[in-house]
């Protein structure tokens, strides 16, 4: 397993006891995370990934993925918000250790203090990134992009956010471009959409755009739609993002089993006469939260020290990739269920941490890709079948 020195300086032991006392106030309020924001921002924790010439701590996806980890256990919002920033910086800083196209204007902009958020989200798209419900049409310089993107997190913040839409200027050769949009660009709107069941301080609203435009020098990629025109760029993409998401759900896991675990060893029954730690059925549903945590960790390592060494696994990193992040996130959700049905009543209440825990570790399986598109690309892969072959299914 990956370690690095969790005492850095980037998130300090001072800093998590000030997020885990915020973090319920947050939730309560349905506000972003703006004085975690302004830490974070300050200690050098969004420049973690940023290779050392640039400013950066040059951290691989392991040792991110294990600095999120600690965040999202003592604030499980703040942390699943930061990844759509800190993933953007790593899949740019690998494809320059790869040599691979479509990072450097992500390193530049980072590296000049640019907020980078994540505009993948469309109604009915259940291939994020791959292909996409919005039109790019090509005008003189750059694209006019018209799309409802949603669960954009880092709302109150980003500079640019990252979107993806199809031109299909040429009928038979249709392209998905990978842009930028700034701040400042016209002609797109934000919604407050946000009011939901957990993850609540992330901010995730809507943005609307109304053919604004995106000048080609802001562009990262411009490739196929579908699997066909998957390269580098998107397969670090997945790596980063899904990775991080299981490493945000697995860490606010850990927590709810030390409520647990804490809670029932004060907790007493008047047929007992010690602790509700000594009754069988708590000691067996603790076994099992513990076991589906060691086996979610050992998994979620190996998937991300083989992906920061560099190991070669060819066309098996996608699969490889969308398992590690379905099979982590199944068991941090099993873990927070488990956790509420031991605690029992008492975890329905807003001062008790784990009701927001539930919340929160209910949303880890909406994050691409979904259950559903994980066991068809899985499946396909595993069989040989293109993913991209028509029609989808019989």
Not at 45 to 57: E, Q, R
Not at 336 to 356: P, S
């Amino acid at each position: 397993m990956t370690t690095i020195d969790l005492t850095t300086d980037l998130l300090t032991d001072d800093m998590l006891q000030r997020f885990d006392e915020r973090a319920p106030v947050y939730d309560r309020e349905n506000r972003f995370f703006q004085e975690d924001w302004d830490e974070l921002r300050a200690s050098g924790y969004l420049a973690g990934p940023l290779p050392t010439d640039m400013g950066g701590s040059g951290l691989s996806l392991s040792e991110v993925n294990q600095l999120q980890r600690r965040l999202a256990y003592h604030a499980p919002a703040t942390a699943l918000a930061v990844n759509m920033h800190v993933y953007w910086v790593g899949v740019a800083a690998d494809l320059r250790r790869m040599g691979a196209p479509g990072g450097d204007w992500i390193l530049d902009a980072a590296a000049r203090g640019e907020i980078l958020a994540a505009g993948h989200g469309e109604r009915g798209n259940e291939f994020p990134v791959l292909l996409s419900s919005a039109t790019a049409d090509p005008v003189d310089g750059g694209w006019e992009i018209t799309a409802h993107k949603m669960f954009g997190s880092l709302t109150p913040v980003w500079t640019y956010l990252g979107v993806h839409a199809l031109d299909t200027s040429d009928p038979d050769a249709p392209k998905v471009i990978h842009g930028f949009l700034s701040r400042d660009a016209a002609r797109y709107h934000i919604d407050d959409t946000w009011d939901v069941l957990g993850m609540r301080a992330t901010a995730s609203q809507d943005t609307i755009l109304e053919r604004a435009f995106i000048p080609e020098s802001d562009v990262a990629m411009v490739c196929p739609p579908g699997f066909a025109g998957a390269g580098p760029y998107h397969v670090a993409l997945f790596a980063w993002a899904l990775l991080g998401f299981a490493g945000v759900y697995l860490g606010l896991a850990k927590r709810a089993f030390d409520e647990v675990t804490a809670q029932v060893s004060k907790r007493t029954s008047m047929t007992m006469t010690r602790s509700m730690a000594y009754h069988p059925e708590v000691q067996h549903n603790v076994a099992e939260m513990r076991i589906a945590l060691e086996a979610a960790e050992a998994f979620l390592d190996r998937t991300c020290d083989d992906w920061s060494a560099g190991v070669d696994h060819g066309a098996l990193w996608p699969l490889k990739i969308v398992s590690t992040k379905h099979d982590v996130v199944k068991r941090a959700w099993a873990v927070v269920d488990t956790a509420f049905d031991v605690v029992g009543g008492a975890g329905i209440f807003k001062g008790n941490r784990l009701e927001q825990l539930v919340r929160d570790g209910h949303l880890g399986r909406i994050h691409p890709t979904n259950p559903m598109l994980t066991h068809e690309l899985v499946g396909k892969m595993s069989l040989g079948v293109d993913p991209d072959e028509q029609p989808r299914w019989g």
